[in-house]
């Protein structure tokens, strides 16, 4: 008997093999952890995620089911596969594109943070060049997670995640087709009472970070989800002007 091709690799190894891009499937597997390491897995998340979705639905289900069921090893295969194959400028960029989709719904949960750090570990971005990369794309310094051995690290998280859903499910409620005042503040990170200097100086960091063509080394579904943010932080900006007109 003829020994079947791939027969000794895992499920995702022949996902790998058999893929139009092994470059977006492992970027979408990176992404799906971070999205979906807080519980749930918000409208901006999916819209930064669209364009790395596999069109199969199978593949992306048994993505799901990796991620479920923890399976750490499909994550590891993952980026080991990105560091291999992207070129050491391309890991960098490749980890701010994390770090923008880590920050897609405003928020950097704990679990969000260690995966930053495993994703810089295994691109061999050391700790400093880390922290500077997370600085500047967004404007706040680096916070160190918790120390998870400690049971007051999950009583608190387990406020923070209960208020979060809250907001979350608060803010579906309240979708409007016109991006709100409180909408349009959040994309661009700025309060509610910001001045027309600090809108503008925002709109136009995170425009500069967020423009498609900083991204097209990572391919077309990079590019299309920086697309999408960036036209995001325009409507935002927009919405903002027109109140200070």
């Not at 979906?36 to 069109?55: H, K």
């Not at 992306?60 to 090893?73: G, K, P, V």
């Not at 680096?142 to 406020?159: G, I, L, N």
């Not at 077309?220 to 027109?242: N, S």
Request: proline share 4%; hydrophobic share 40%; aromatic share 8%.
């Amino acid at each position: 008997m003829q020994p079947q091709p791939n027969a000794d690799l895992t499920p995702f190894e022949r996902e790998l093999v058999t893929a139009d891009s092994s470059i977006s499937l492992s970027t979408c597997v990176v992404l799906l952890w971070i999205s979906a390491c807080d519980g749930v897995i918000s409208d901006s998340e999916v819209q930064q995620l669209s364009g790395f979705l596999p069109e199969s639905e199978a593949t992306f289900l048994r993505l799901m089911a990796s991620i479920e069921a923890h399976d750490t090893d499909v994550l590891q295969l993952a980026m080991e596969h990105l560091r291999t194959a992207l070129k050491p400028e391309h890991r960098a960029l490749f980890l701010e594109f994390c770090i923008l989709q880590v920050l897609a719904d405003q928020t950097v949960h704990p679990n969000e943070a260690y995966i930053l750090r495993l994703i810089s570990d295994a691109m061999w971005i050391d700790e400093v060049e880390f922290r500077s990369f997370f600085e500047h794309i967004s404007g706040v310094a680096w916070e160190a997670p918790s120390d998870m051995s400690r049971a007051s690290f999950y009583r608190k998280q387990d406020t923070e995640d209960e208020q979060e859903q809250r907001e979350r499910q608060h803010s579906h409620h309240a979708r409007r087709e016109v991006m709100s005042l409180e909408e349009a503040c959040k994309i661009l990170g700025v309060s509610r009472d910001a001045d027309a200097k600090e809108i503008r100086h925002s709109y136009r960091r995170l425009a500069q970070l967020n423009h498609p063509d900083r991204f097209e080394q990572l391919g077309p579904a990079a590019v299309a989800a920086a697309t999408e943010k960036f036209q995001q932080i325009e409507q935002a900006y927009r919405c903002l002007k027109v109140r200070h007109a």
